[in-house]
């Protein structure tokens, strides 16, 4: 079974530019986190969905951030303008549930280096 | 206080050895458990859940919780070289949400 899927894998691009970091679940979940990690800040949960409904953006750092998912196989994460401070490595993940049973698995990862 | 908290390392131990990594939280409502192992460069991969009081144990990996004293602990029997890597802990309350560590680097020296 395919599991979480991530692209593009890296992405530089210049202070101003729109990002778009995509993200497939692994088929059957019906929860998908956007997390952020950096050295300073470690890992943050930015948004997470249930069934494709947006259930909490409060990770979201600003108005530059946004988040869909149309369907149950497809979410992406866009950013417009960035900015150097947005530099981070971006994970999806998804858990079939979130009960507390329930374990996330995570995708591979878009390390984005805004200059 | 930050929610889970643990050590930076490194955490240094020659291979062979058991490395001890601790971790702890300060919910006392979190309910389940977790250990992360993130290669550099690469994704958490999930080793290990506990969700009871006690020890659980898988390979060479055991998983320790203690809730009345809010931490938890993984150990790793003989070390080995290609363990080095950062482990996070992550701690789930009665909502969707992990809170993560910063994660311990563990270092087996050959």
């Known amino acids: 079974d395919a599991g979480v899927i991530q692209s593009p894998r890296h992405e530089v691009t210049e202070m101003g530019q729109e990002v778009t970091l995509r993200c497939k679940p692994i088929?059957?979940?019906?929860?998908l986190f956007w997390y952020r990690q950096t050295m300073m800040r470690g890992l943050e949960l930015l948004i997470y969905f249930n069934n494709n409904v947006p259930i909490d953006d409060s990770g979201m750092p600003e108005d530059r951030f946004s988040a869909k998912m149309p369907n149950a196989s497809f979410s992406t994460l866009k950013i417009q303008p960035s900015e150097p401070r947005d530099s981070a490595v971006y994970f999806c993940?998804?858990?079939?549930?979130?009960?507390?049973?329930?374990?996330?698995?995570f995708g591979p990862g878009t390390r984005l280096t805004v200059t | 206080q930050k929610e889970v908290e643990q050590n930076s390392g490194p955490l240094s131990v020659p291979e062979g050895a058991i490395a001890s990594l601790n971790c702890t939280y300060s919910?006392?409502?979190?309910?389940?458990f977790f250990w992360y192992r993130q290669y550099s460069g690469k994704s958490p991969e999930l080793i290990m859940s506990?969700?009871?009081?006690g020890d659980k144990e898988d390979g060479r990996f055991t998983a320790q919780l203690n809730k009345a004293s809010q931490y938890v602990s993984l150990l790793i029997r003989d070390s080995q070289p290609s363990d080095s890597a950062t482990y996070l802990c992550a701690v789930k309350g009665g909502t969707y949400k992990y809170i993560f560590g910063t994660g311990t680097r563990l270092k087996v020296l050959a």
């Open positions: 993940a998804s858990s079939r549930l979130a009960g507390i049973f329930d374990e996330q698995y």
């Open positions: 506990i969700y009871s009081n």
């Open positions: 088929s059957g979940h019906d929860y």
């Open positions: 919910d006392r409502g979190s309910q389940s």
